[in-house]
């Protein structure tokens, strides 16, 4: 059991380690304290798919089955044609499954002004296609990481408006927008977050303080 005080939303692995599998198969018998389950396949898991197995949770689980197919493919040098058959495979398997690939922020080959946003053409001579199957495109971003390297005002990255962690999503959608202009494809954020700590006190982790992780997470 999970002994959790209360229901979640959402449950997401990160691959299909044994770890992870005793998650999944965890929540699948407790079924009441999850919502929603995103079942994650790292990148190694995409070039033989355990789809026998993911059909048995998807059968057994009472809430909503996603699929994270791989997670950032691309900066790990599988090809976009990999991940498409993935997707194909578990389109036909899983039809009702949500499919999403989760990719860094470092998509972007440019990401201000948000008007004139893009992704880098590396990722859109590989990814376009797989971006056209997904239902929804998960990104991976850390606003810290850009207060100390691009020297972005903190106030900005901890504002409980967080203003410009919503500039980059607005960015991103732009991006997607140019690249589909015919899909609507709803952004979700698949991790993020702020470090309490930083091994050494200078940029970018500087900004690694456990004062600043908790503003973020509470914004």
């Known amino acids: 059991v999970l002994g959790l ?4 939303q959402r449950v997401k692995t990160f691959d299909l380690s044994r770890t992870n599998v005793a998650i999944v198969e965890e929540i699948v018998a407790n079924p009441r304290e999850v919502e929603e389950l995103v079942v994650g396949f790292g990148n190694e898991d ?6 026998t197995w993911l059909s048995s949770v998807a059968s057994r689980f009472r809430g909503s089955i996603h ?3 791989g997670n ?6 599988v090809p976009g044609a ?5 997707i194909r495979q578990l389109r036909e398997t899983l039809p009702a499954a949500k499919l999403t690939v989760p990719f860094a922020y470092s998509i972007m080959e440019r990401s201000h002004p948000v008007e ?11 990814f376009k296609d797989v971006l056209s199957m997904m239902d929804y495109f998960t990104v991976n971003i850390y606003p810290f990481l850009s207060a100390g390297i691009k020297g972005v005002p903190l106030e900005s990255l901890s504002d409980p408006s967080m203003p410009f962690l919503s500039a980059q999503l607005a960015a991103l959608r732009v991006a997607v927008g140019k690249l589909l202009p015919n899909v609507s494809l709803p952004v979700a954020i698949g991790e993020t977050g702020w470090p309490s700590c930083g091994a050494a006190r200078f940029k970018p982790y500087s900004f690694a ?7 973020y997470l509470k914004s």
């Open 116 to 126: 004139m946003a893009e992704f880098s053409k590396e990722f859109t001579d590989n």
């Open 46 to 51: 995409l070039f033989e798919l355990d789809l």
């Open 82 to 86: 990999t991940v498409a058959n993935a």
């Open 209 to 215: 303080t456990l004062d600043n992780s908790l503003t």
């Open 5 to 8: 005080s209360r229901p979640i």
């Open 67 to 69: 699929v994270a197919v």
């Open 72 to 77: 950032e493919p691309d900066r790990e040098g």
